[in-house]
């Protein structure tokens, strides 16, 4: 089994089960299904957190943003929910980041990026070359569970089956659900979270794979919280009520310091979501969770929504995740990397062609072929997006006798042939 009766091993120190190997065995069923990529993804990713000074991860919106991150050097992907919000939910709306979208694009959206990984390395094994281990562990957003603790065991199941390595929980009511940085954020008692954070490892045992479950608390900024039922929760309480009848509670780190002790041993890292990219605030946290868990693991949302020039000079900037680094915040993401990256993109081809025409294209096909040397091959778009590949599989079936085969011939053989294939 995945977790329940390794207790001893170091990947399960520290970590709490309230259930035990019967309740687990009952729910798992007669037959064993492999959940091949996320094993993989999870066993990886626990080896880089204890191998790297930290793991960087920039979040991807299709399943090509994905490849790239890989050939150009990144070991993990991030899947954001607001991308899924914004621009990738099976919908087809455009949302914003409150758990709008149908639960099931989240998975749908991590089986995508799994695919493109798992597509990118059949295209290279075809071509004779292993050079780079392409499935990069993904870790999910699960928002809020999109409701109570079975919502959320169904939810860590359906992404687990669809190839993520980590998922994330956080500890907002899902019905009031806000992007961190947005106001109006709505937290749930302490030990209803926990209860959320029990439900995802129960379905990581069931399935038998060793998913990381990462808990993060918005308490830092949250006014609003459902109930005072957890006594935990009592001392953040200001007595005033909402309209709604939610409690107005007290912001600041004191609030995310408790939440996140009380959620240490249930889960495999802590993250609490910041107003701001300030390392003393980062300082103050880890200190507090290291003096009662030593050595815990810690993510930091590295946020597009900080204005960093405003708050940090260049030398900080660059110095900033070494230092979180040292901290213990071994996961390290930038969340909507995705979305930022093909709006400012597009928006500069966009301007550019209409005011230039083809001037413009031929730009930025030139910054394409000047990549080249750095590994980048989508220059080449057929062969990127697999027509070489299933050349390779018509010839296997005709015995190399195929006349029909779709690279050979083609523009992209005739102008790109000089493409570095490294």
């Avoid at 961190?180 to 954020?185: A, C, F, R, W």
């Amino acid at each position: 089994m995945s977790g329940v009766t390794a207790d001893s091993s170091e990947r399960w120190a520290g970590i709490e089960r309230p259930y035990g190997t019967a309740d687990v065995e009952r729910l798992r069923g007669r037959f064993h299904v492999e959940h091949t990529l996320a094993r993989l993804g999870a066993e990886r990713l626990w080896s880089l957190l204890h191998s790297e000074p930290f793991v960087p991860a920039l979040g991807a919106l299709t399943g090509a943003q994905a490849v790239q991150m890989v050939k150009a050097g990144l070991k993990a992907i991030y899947r954001s929910g607001w991308q899924v919000a914004a621009d990738g939910n099976l919908a087809g709306h455009t949302y914003p980041d409150q758990s709008l979208y149908p639960v099931s694009s989240a998975p749908a959206l991590v089986r995508r990026l799994s695919n493109a990984l798992l597509r990118a390395d059949q295209i290279e094994a075809a071509e004779g070359r292993n050079g780079t281990y392409w499935l990069a562990p993904i870790v999910a957003d699960a928002e809020a569970g999109f409701g109570g603790p079975l919502n959320a065991f169904e939810l860590m199941k359906a992404l687990i089956e669809a190839g993520a390595a980590a998922v994330h929980f956080e500890d907002q009511l899902s019905s009031e659900k806000k992007c961190g940085h947005l106001g109006g954020k709505v937290l749930v008692p302490t030990s209803q979270f926990v209860r959320t954070l029990v439900a995802a490892r129960l379905a990581a045992d069931v399935l038998d794979v060793p998913t990381l479950v990462i808990a993060r608390t918005d308490a830092l900024s949250a006014t609003l919280l459902t109930s005072d039922v957890d006594e935990r929760d009592r001392e953040f309480v200001t007595g005033e009520r909402t309209p709604e009848g939610f409690l107005r509670v007290r912001p600041g780190i004191d609030a995310p310091i408790a939440r996140a002790l009380a959620h240490a041993p249930y889960t495999d890292l802590l993250w609490f979501e910041t107003s701001t990219p300030d390392l003393e605030e980062a300082a103050t946290f880890a200190e507090a969770i290291h003096a009662r868990h030593p050595g815990k693991l810690l993510a930091y949302n590295c946020s597009p929504s900080f204005n960093w020039k405003r708050h940090l000079d260049d030398a900080t900037i660059a110095s900033f995740q070494r230092e979180l680094a040292e901290m213990g915040y071994r996961f390290q993401f930038v969340t909507l990397a995705g979305f930022h990256a093909v709006c400012a993109s597009m928006f500069d081809l966009a301007r550019g062609y209409a005011e230039d025409g083809m001037s413009a294209y031929v730009r930025l096909q030139e910054q394409e072929l000047a990549l080249e040397q750095h590994g980048y091959t989508a220059t080449r778009h057929q062969r990127e997006a697999g027509a070489g590949y299933f050349d390779a599989v018509l010839e296997a079936i005709t015995g190399g006798e195929a006349s029909t085969l779709a690279l050979t011939g083609s523009t992209e053989e005739a102008q790109f042939q000089a493409v570095s294939r490294a």
